[in-house]
Structure formats: C-alpha cells, structure tokens
C-alpha cells in the first residue's frame, strides 16, 4: 500500500505531506482545490514524463517522494533491485523519489539509488493502477479486453508460457534468416570469415601476452642503456678502489679492534655482516642481471613487428587482444555454421516444427478456457452493473480464433495467443448488444470498468487503485452504488477515490480534504484527514450548504455506512 506521499513545489503546492490509510480513502474539495495536484504528483514519482511548467513558480525545482508498504507484493520487485544494482528495500519499505528542475534536470532514486525514468516507470506499473477520467477509453482496445479476460480467468501463467514460446520461436526464426541469403552474398560471408579466422589464428595468440611483449620490448630498446648502468653500479660495489665492499672491509677490520677491546660491541660486529652480507648478495645478482642483458638488434626488430601485428589485429577486431581471441572463436563458429547451412537450416526447421506444435497445443488450450471464462465474467461483470444502474443491462464478450495455419505470420507478431475478443455491451433491455466502442457516453463505460474493476479485485496484482472522478455523470441510487464497490474493491486493495460525490465519499475508510488558502499573499494547496465533525461537515458542503437539514443527511449518510 502507499503509505506516505511528499509533495513540495509542485503547482499551487508549497510543500505537502499526504498519510494514507489502508482500504478506501476519499478525496473530496471544492474545484479548483488542486486534488488532481494529488495524482499528478503521483504519476510523477511512478515514472511519468516531466511538465516543467508545473514547477511552483518562484521555485527551481519540484519533489516528490512516495513511500510503499511491499511486504505483500507479487511482483519479483526484489530482483528487479539488484538485477538493476537498486537498494533493496529496509523492513519491506520501497522509497520512490523524483526530482526535477527548471533548467532540465531529471533525477529519479529508488531506496536513495539514482535510476532511469524506465526503471521507474515499471516499478511503478507493479504498485499503482491510476484511472482518470478518460482512462476508462482503454477499455476499447482490444488488448486490453483480453488482459481483463485473462486476469479474471487466472490465465496469466499460460499467457506468459505462450509469449515464452513466441519469443524462442522469433529467435529461430532469426537465426534461419541469418542463414538464407542469395549465393553471392553467402559466397562473400564464407571468403571474409575465412579470412578473419585464418588470420587471427595464424597470429597463435596468447591471452596477455601483448602486456608481455611490451615490457621484454622495452628492455630490448634499452639494452645499451641497461648495461652501462649495471655496469657502472657493478663498479661501485666492488671492482673501484673505493668500492662499496672494499670500504666495509676496513670498517669491519675496525669493528673488530673495537670488540677486541669492548665485548659489548659484539652486536656492532653482527650488524657489519649481516650489511656486507646484503651487498655481496646485491653484488651477485646485478652480474646475473648484467649477464642477462642482450643487446640483439634482430630480436629487437622481432618484437617490434610483433607489436605492430597485435595492434593491427586490435585495430580490427576489438580493443583488447582477449577480445580479438573472441573474435577469432565466434568467427571460426560463424564459419562452421555457413559451411554446413544445409545442416544447420534442416535442424533449426526441426526445431521451428516442434516449436509450432507446442504452440498450437498451448494456443488451443488457452483458447479453451477462455472460452469457459466467457459466461462467468459476463454473468459476474452484468451483475455489478445491475448495481450500478444498469438494472437489465448485459455484458458479452465475442471471442474469435485465427486458423492456426497461419501460425508462421501470427507467431512473430502475437504473444498473447490465438485470439481477439470484443466486449459487447447492452445497457438497455430489448437491445441488442454492441461493442464497447460503440458507446458514446462517458459515463456508461466509466461504470462498466468500475464493475469489471470490482469483478477483477480478487485477482488483480496491483496493491494500489486509484479513481480520479470516475463517478461522473452519476447520482442518486447509482451514486451510492459506486461507494459500495470502492469499499468492495478496498476489502482486497487499497484505494484512492476523487470524487464529488457525498454518497461516495460516505462509504470511505478515511476521507481527506484538499482546499486552498492564501499566505502571504500566495495561493497554496493543503490537505486534511477529516475527523468525524469535520467530516460531516465536508459531506454537508458536498450535498448542497450547511443547513441543519443537509447536516442531518450527512450524519445519516454516514452512520449508513458504517
């Protein structure tokens, strides 16, 4: 659930903080109050595109911040986190913030981790489900119909075994493209890759070995260089008059006097050897070193024809030498593949036929039980419409399957199965049903999605429903009804209803009110969580002024709802 939403300069808000209860919550206010500053803030935080123009003015950047309760989230939110490198989340609190300027700048943070607008955007799409005033028009595509059947039926599971298949049998498809080309260009592929991996190969490559070759290439260039100086260092030690070792000869001798006369000095004298030690070992192994000294303009020429080859091979095929290996590898594949096409294309036919078999069994089943669930979603979707004013109203939904010959052309564009259903609608007894998008009134198909959100509540996923003013054109007895189903859809999700409605703000679990003040001469936007005095109060406003009768009818609508 949302447990906590932040606002600050964001339009006529200043700075606002919004604690939501569990199960329903109202939203109610004059118009003009800023309650769609509510959604708006929250469309934001959940991933959608940025209005700079909505900044407060005088301000330079906008917030908001929503804090979620996930404990009981079905979607994989935790390995989405740390597939995308996201602080996970701390005792199931999921911390979404965005943040952005008016000179362009657009941050967005999950847990405190910086993130992309699409990452936001998804994680948004498992957490809130926001219906506007004219987000109920998506229930004329066709797509979404289908979803709706399918999150009735449970079929998801075997809707996302189907789209698994379409995507390995698009990959097949793919990799057979790959092989089919005209014999020109085929004869073209086969000479270049033959070239590439004779050439790599003939280099006998060595992983590293580049790093190798430069350091035994830059003593070689330096060979001169080398000698001389350990030559001159050789000479220090021990081959000049005043040579390192012949001075600490005369300094043992006279250690050794010193200790002759003083017993104490012994540890003096242990010092001395174990110093003239050192030297005589440095002494060893600069001759080795010396000796080890090559001054070899041949092997010089090699290495440095060496190098020019590896770079030559970097410049091609990748920037490291691993990855010109790799290279090499995947070009030897590539060739094995084209050399032996009429093979590979038998086998990934192979492949493609079991494929389709699988796909038209899956496809055919699915098409079955959504055939099943057809009169069950009509029959439970027609009798919350009865509730809803359509007293006689009926629900269909026409379903038709594409001929599975097609298979071939469907598989590449279709994950969802074989079929296209309609909904069909008669709001009226004696009418024929027509489709949905037929409708012309706003209102009709803003209460049939209403009715199929209150069939849907038990398997829908997302823990967060939000109504912004879908009761419109709605009163009375209806109006009632659409309370109702908002406690209904709150008994299995939490909600957000806008309204201005008495009869649906009523029925709600907790009601806040957002108004507008003037400080300091600004207009501002607030919100208040509504004790019961107040809240009478406000049902009063809605219902027409503060007389003790519209008072009187607020209590009574109140107390009816508890």
Excluded at 17 to 28: D, K
Excluded at 163 to 187: G, P
Excluded at 484 to 506: E, G
């Amino acid at each position: 659930m949302l447990n906590t939403l932040r606002i600050k300069n964001l339009a006529l808000v200043a700075e606002l903080t919004l604690e939501l209860q569990p199960g329903y919550n109202a939203i109610t206010g004059e118009t003009g109050a800023g309650k769609s500053i509510l959604i708006g803030a929250l469309t934001l935080v959940l991933g959608e595109r940025a209005d700079r123009t909505l900044i407060r003015a005088g301000a330079d950047s906008c917030t908001v911040e929503a804090v979620f309760e996930v404990s009981g989230l079905r979607a994989p939110l935790a390995g989405f986190l740390e597939e995308n490198g996201l602080e996970p989340c701390d005792g199931h609190q999921l911390v979404l913030k965005r943040t952005f300027t008016a000179a362009g700048a657009n941050r967005q943070f999950v847990n405190g981790s910086a993130t992309t607008l699409d990452k936001l955007a998804t994680i948004g799409d498992w957490l809130v489900d926001i219906h506007g005033p004219h987000d109920h028009q998506s229930l004329l595509h066709p797509s979404r119909q289908l979803a709706i059947l399918d999150a009735f039926g449970g079929l998801q599971e075997q809707r996302s075994q189907f789209a698994e298949l379409v995507r390995k049998r698009v990959a097949l498809e793919d990799e057979k493209a790959a092989l089919i080309v005209d014999e020109r260009t085929y004869a073209q592929q086969l000479d270049l890759l033959r070239f590439q991996a004779r050439e790599i190969a003939a280099a006998r490559l060595q992983s590293g070995e580049d790093d190798q070759i430069q350091a035994e290439h830059q003593r070689s260039a330096n060979a001169a260089k080398l000698l001389q100086l350990s030559q001159v260092a050789l000479g220090l030690l021990s081959e000049n008059e005043t040579a390192v070792l012949t001075e600490a000869g005369i300094v043992g001798r006279t250690l050794a006097e010193l200790h002759r006369i003083d017993a104490g000095a012994g540890g003096l004298m242990a010092l001395h050897e174990q110093a003239t030690e050192s030297l005589r070992e440095l002494q060893t192994e600069l001759s080795r070193y010396a000796d080890k000294v090559d001054v070899d303009p041949a092997r010089l020429a090699e290495l440095e024809e060496r190098i020019n080859l590896l770079q030559s091979l970097k410049r091609k095929y990748g920037p490291t030498l691993g990855d010109v290996i790799a290279f090499g590898e995947e070009s030897k594949r590539m060739l094995q593949r084209l050399e032996s096409r009429d093979a590979e294309l038998a086998l990934l036919n192979g492949e493609l036929a079991k494929l389709d078999g699988e796909l038209a069994r899956l496809g055919q089943q699915l098409s079955a039980k959504r055939k099943n669930v057809i009169p069950k979603l009509s029959k439970a979707a027609s009798a919350q419409l009865a509730d809803l004013g359509f007293k006689q109203s009926r629900l269909d939904v026409e379903i038709k399957s594409l001929d599975i010959s097609s298979l071939t052309e469907l598989g590449t564009r279709n994950t969802s199965g074989f079929d296209t259903v309609e909904f069909q609608f008669a709001p009226n007894p004696g009418e024929p049903a027509r489709p949905l998008r037929g409708i012309a009134s706003s209102g009709e198909l803003a209460r049939v999605m209403l009715a199929l959100k209150t069939v849907l509540a038990a398997e829908d996923e997302v823990p967060v429903l939000v109504f912004d003013e879908v009761d419109a054109n709605v009163g009375g007895e209806t109006a009632l009804a659409v309370g109702q189903k908002m406690q209904q859809i709150a008994a299995k999700r939490q909600v957000l209803c806008i309204t201005h409605l008495p009869q649906v703000a009523a029925s709600a679990d907790a009601h806040f009110v957002v108004s507008k003040e003037v400080h300091d001469g600004r207009t501002i936007s607030e919100i208040a969580l509504l004790d019961r005095k107040s809240r009478i109060a406000e049902l009063s406003r809605m219902l027409g002024g503060q007389s003790v009768a519209a008072r009187k009818h607020a209590e009574a609508m109140l107390q009816s709802m508890r």
